[in-house]
């Protein structure tokens, strides 16, 4: 893809050539905007939480003995064509709103949308152990898949541009993203993916250490997934074709391994976020205040779309 980039984050001005050099000052521009709007962002995430204490909503708690293991937990599934108002409205309120994740997929397994990564995001090759993410238009319909995220976040913008997660790789970092704090919705439209997701009662229990992009467990890419032993519960997901998984990425911990398509295809997946508060992890709002490396990602990000670089290489533990 002509427009590809390595992940490149820098302080600005090290490292120039003269693209780079195009990106930060047009990112070095729109700086003073995104610190400005992640403060907003994070004063009312905290009222949020504040409306939350005060209207008695919180979250479970963890069983009184922490050892005991209670494993496993599968999550619903629901076919999005045979759902009514009131089932809507239901996933909203005892879903979403108290950060349970879901399925949506239809009972036939067929496709809540034709939308494709670009083709010549899919035909460069792909570098073993990368993950590829390449932006989509902001305003592009996928369909069936924009009528399921309209129902659960009624007249709500999304977050950022969508986003294919592509590439040969097995796993990146067990991880909570940085950012405001938004839901994922994540669409597998090929491939499968093995998917552990920590409520937000669990992750806010766990030591997570900082990166750029997310704050993370140490050494969980390791295939074993060693650190599951130390978490009393959590979701395991095995993703299908044509899924769609709702869950909150700035309050639970997640981890999506890839699986292969018979062909030994690897998976494409899209991801569109929505903003939306619930339970959002304090450590993400308290970097959203303070972290001068993840402010420079989030613009430089945003400058390289400004300028049309729509996708970039990351090795799969980068975050
Ligand atoms: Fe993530």
């Not at 009222?47 to 909503?57: A, D, G, K, T, W």
């Not at 294919?164 to 704090?181: E, I, M, N, R, T």
Request: hydrophobic residues 40%.
């Amino acid at each position: 893809m002509k427009t590809m980039r390595q992940v490149d984050v820098r302080l600005p001005f090290a490292m120039w050539d003269a693209r780079s050099i195009i990106r930060d000052a047009v990112a070095i521009m729109i700086l003073p905007f995104i610190v400005a709007a992640f403060y907003a962002f994070a004063i009312l995430e905290q009222l949020y939480e504040v409306l939350n204490f005060i209207l008695l909503i919180h979250l479970p708690s963890l069983p009184p003995d922490k050892m005991k293991q209670l494993g496993k937990l599968s999550v619903d599934v629901f076919d999005p064509d045979r759902l009514g108002p009131a089932e809507w409205t239901d996933l909203q309120r005892n879903y979403i709103a108290k950060c349970v994740p879901f399925v949506l997929r239809r009972k036939d397994g067929a496709p809540l949308t034709d939308a494709a990564p670009p083709e010549e995001a899919v035909s460069a090759a792909f570098r073993q152990g990368c993950i590829r993410v390449v932006s989509a238009s902001y305003f592009h319909n996928f369909g069936t898949v924009d009528h399921c995220i309209g129902k659960l976040f009624p007249r709500r913008p999304r977050a950022y541009w969508p986003l294919w997660f592509l590439g040969k790789y097995s796993q990146g970092k067990a991880h909570v993203d940085l950012g405001p704090a938004t839901y994922n919705c994540y669409y597998l439209k090929s491939g499968g993916k093995d998917v552990i997701i920590a409520p937000p009662e669990v992750t806010r229990k766990v030591a997570l250490q900082p990166g750029i992009d997310g704050i993370f467990i140490t050494d969980s890419e390791d295939e074993r997934r060693e650190y599951l032993k130390s978490l009393p519960y959590y979701y395991q997901i095995d993703m299908q074709p044509h899924s769609l998984l709702v869950f909150s990425n700035s309050a639970c911990i997640h981890q999506f391994r890839n699986i292969d398509s018979p062909d030994a295809s690897p998976p494409e997946a899209l991801s569109i976020r929505m903003a939306h508060p619930t339970f959002g992890d304090r450590r993400v709002r308290w970097h959203l205040m303070t972290d001068v490396r993840m402010y420079w990602r989030f613009t430089t990000y945003a400058a390289a779309l400004f300028l049309r670089e729509k996708a970039e290489d990351r090795k799969a533990a980068y975050i």
